[in-house]
């Protein structure tokens, strides 16, 4: 029934943009202020592009309504004008020709947009509708989009609410209240649905999306005329439309273009987009569009391409522009947990793409550069140490919440979605990392490195298999809260191995952990994976093979040996170690003694490592790179000689 009326709805609403469409044709064709009042509508109500991020009541009472806009937007792209993507004018952009109100708003160079003042046009037609409908559905289209994702999002807390309501035996006046607000909220997305998902007003968005695409990737390929100085907000409207249309529109008919995806591609790849926030999203656009994404979007399987079939740039540059995304997200204003999204996002189409030769060669080309790569392997580091750390701290909240007879609805439902997410990244980014730890990359073996990847691990372990593991926290963790243990534990044994595998000096690293290496975690591990009836192994994505269960004694075995060796010459050095041989950070003996601008000298390893987190002096917060630092080859020599004579002593 729904369909029918929706069909019936959709063909009306067809047949009158038609019929607008052509009496703006002729109303353009024949009346030169057309266009100006076009301009005019869309300057009084720029405040309508701001709301795309705030909540603002106040000004949407003084701004044309999202049904106004949606039937003005609808129309122009209706509008038969031709526009050939290579003779787009691009200087009536750049100078702002049509007097546009552009304050706020940058090129993707991250430089102001000018605002020069002009009202005559000397372009054609088409042209000058190229820009002015762009402009138009900044201001008019992407807010409504955005309207209707909040809607869902709303009802889906409240759905979340109203389930827990219904399972703590809440009030029933309450109960009742919020099944009438959700209600009602459903009868509007309803309605929303009813235009939005209109397969032939899609259709027109997407050619009209598909001549800018044809015209940005024209422009990245020029060099003369340059991409810097296009405005930002037109590659990020197209990067909206496309998430809008990949992730909310069911069983669609059509085909993404396949200039739409080269347009991904190349602007995911190089620096012509400085924003990081603009770079998560085509990143968002580009998982959703690859079998990456099989797990969260079954429903768009339909509309995947594969980034093969768009140009060889990506081959050899995405996963490195992926790694520098994941990177540098973390300075932007990104939503902390929208962050951990596009970092999952990010990781699962590493994952993806690695499997793929020409990727994996590109992986291993971007090891090379190990400052690349050591800012990447840290930051999955820094993720781990923090979900790890926040999904205890949760779970404790869990476990306290469910020996309560209080009702705790909002914060309960709250609390599983941010552990369900949290569980999601931590197994995402732990496969990767085994993934990593399997291609000998000398990253994990680095003096700066190695340290910190044992550390992680056995923190990681000891919440797997130790006395506080995170499943003795809460009952039934792993149906919850989607915490795969037994995956989780397969992914980091073998990551232990491999790395092993690659030096068996790695085994030193392990034990020299005070925090959480326990000998008696990794014969739990054994006997887990052997058949403990613990753990169901069987549930994992990927078995323990038989070589790395008949490796993991013999490290077990070296470990024991390693821990005896390293404690009693730890003991008998560190009695009589002078003060100025240990490193201020990390208390150890310094094996490379450097000094900072302000005299501190500090072992390299410890201050490398810190700046991989914050370009910063740690004892002054002042400005520090690793070119500032100064060896000290006395000190160095010094060092050498006393453990030398110890040693013999």
Same mark, same amino acid.
């Given at each position: ?44 109500n720029?405040a309508?592009?701001?709301m ?25 792209v ?14 009536l ?28 046009y000397?372009?054609s ?15 008019g289209?992407?807010p409504?989009f ?18 827990l ?16 607000q ?16 209109? @397969? !032939?007003? +899609?259709e #027109? ?5 598909? $001549? ?7 422009? /990245?390929? &020029? ?8 405005p ?24 993404i ?21 603009l ?6 656009i ?16 339909h ?34 947990? @929208? !962050?951990? +999204?596009? #970092? ?5 189409? $590493? ?7 020409? /990727?994996? &060669?590109?992986?291993l ?5 190990s ?24 779970l ?36 990767l ?71 068996n ?8 952990d005070?925090r ?25 994505k990927?078995r ?71 370009p ?11 070119e500032?630092l ?9 060092i ?10």
């Open positions: 029934y729904l369909k029918n009326v929706f069909g019936e709805v959709q063909q009306d609403n067809d047949l009158r943009v038609r019929l607008l469409a052509s009496i703006c044709t002729v109303l353009f064709d024949n009346s030169p202020t057309m266009i100006q009042w076009l301009l005019d509508v869309v300057s009084k720029t309508r592009s701001q795309i991020h705030h909540h603002q009541p106040d000004q949407m009472k003084t701004t044309s309504s999202d049904r106004f806009f949606f039937n003005l937007c609808q129309t122009l209706y509008l038969k004008y031709e526009t050939d993507h290579l003779n787009i004018d691009v200087s952009i750049q100078n702002n020709d049509f007097n546009l109100d552009l304050s706020g708003l940058n090129t993707l160079s991250g430089t102001n947009l000018q605002c020069n003042v002009s009202t005559e000397s372009s037609l088409g042209n000058q509708l190229f820009f002015v409908i762009h402009h138009t559905m900044h201001v289209l992407m409504i955005q309207h209707y994702v909040r809607r869902i999002q709303t009802i889906n807390r409240q759905d979340s609410q109203l389930q309501f219904r399972q703590r035996g809440a009030n029933p006046l309450h109960t009742q209240v919020l099944e009438n959700i209600t009602m909220m459903r009868k509007d997305l309803l309605a929303m649905d009813c235009y939005l998902h209109n @397969e !032939k007003m +899609i #027109r968005f997407l050619s009209f999306y598909e $001549v800018t695409c044809n015209w940005l990737v024209h422009l /990245f390929e &020029d060099t003369e005329i340059g991409i810097n100085s296009i930002e907000y037109i590659v990020e409207d197209t990067v909206d439309f496309l998430s809008f249309l990949t992730k909310y529109v069911p069983n669609s008919s059509f085909n273009p396949k200039i739409v995806v080269i347009f991904l591609v190349r602007f995911c790849t190089g620096n012509s987009i400085k924003n990081p926030h770079r998560s999203k085509l990143v968002t580009l998982y959703f569009l690859t079998p990456a994404a099989n797990i969260e979007l079954p429903k768009v399987k509309l995947r391409y594969s980034v093969l079939d768009a140009n060889k740039v990506a081959e050899k540059e995405l996963i490195p522009s992926l790694i520098q995304t994941y990177i540098d997200v973390e300075g932007t204003d990104v939503a902390f947990y @929208e !962050k951990f +999204i596009i #970092r999952r996002q990010i990781t699962l189409l $590493v994952i993806y793409l690695q499997d793929i030769p020409v /990727f994996n &060669d590109s992986l080309e971007a090891a090379e550069n400052k690349l790569i050591l800012h990447f392997v840290s930051k999955m580091l820094d993720d781990l140490s923090y979900l790890l750390n926040h999904l205890i701290t949760k404790k909240r869990v476990y306290e919440l469910d020996n309560q007879n209080v009702v705790h609805s909002q914060e309960q439902a709250e609390i599983s979605q941010e552990l369900q997410l949290f569980c999601r990244l931590t197994e995402s980014i732990t496969e990392f085994e993934k990593f730890s399997e291609k000998e990359m000398d990253v994990f073996m680095n003096n700066v490195m190695v340290d910190r990847v044992a550390s992680i691990l056995n923190y990681f372990l000891d919440h797997l298999v130790g006395d506080n593991s995170l499943d003795m926290i809460v009952q039934n963790v792993e149906n919850r809260f989607n915490f795969n243990h037994g995956y989780l534990l397969t992914l980091v044994l073998n990551t232990y191995i491999n790395l092993y595998k690659q030096n000096e790695f085994a030193l690293s392990i034990v020299k005070k959480s290496y326990s000998a008696e975690n990794f014969e739990r591990a054994f006997a887990q994976m052997g058949g403990n009836q613990n753990i169901n192994i069987n549930l994992s990927k323990f093979t038989n070589e790395n269960l008949g490796l993991l004694p013999i490290l077990i075995s070296q470990l024991i040996d390693y821990q005896n060796k390293y404690e009693e010459e730890e003991e008998l050095i560190y009695e009589d170690v002078p003060d100025e041989y240990l490193c201020p950070l990390m208390c150890d003996i310094m094996s490379d003694p450097v000094k900072l601008p302000d005299g501190t000298r500090i072992d390299r390893s410890s201050i490398e490592r810190h700046l991989l987190s914050s910063t002096n740690p004892f002054t917060r002042e400005n520090l790179t690793v500032m100064v060896p000290d080859e006395e000190l160095k020599k010094e050498e000689e006393w453990l030398e004579k110890t040693h013999q002593t």
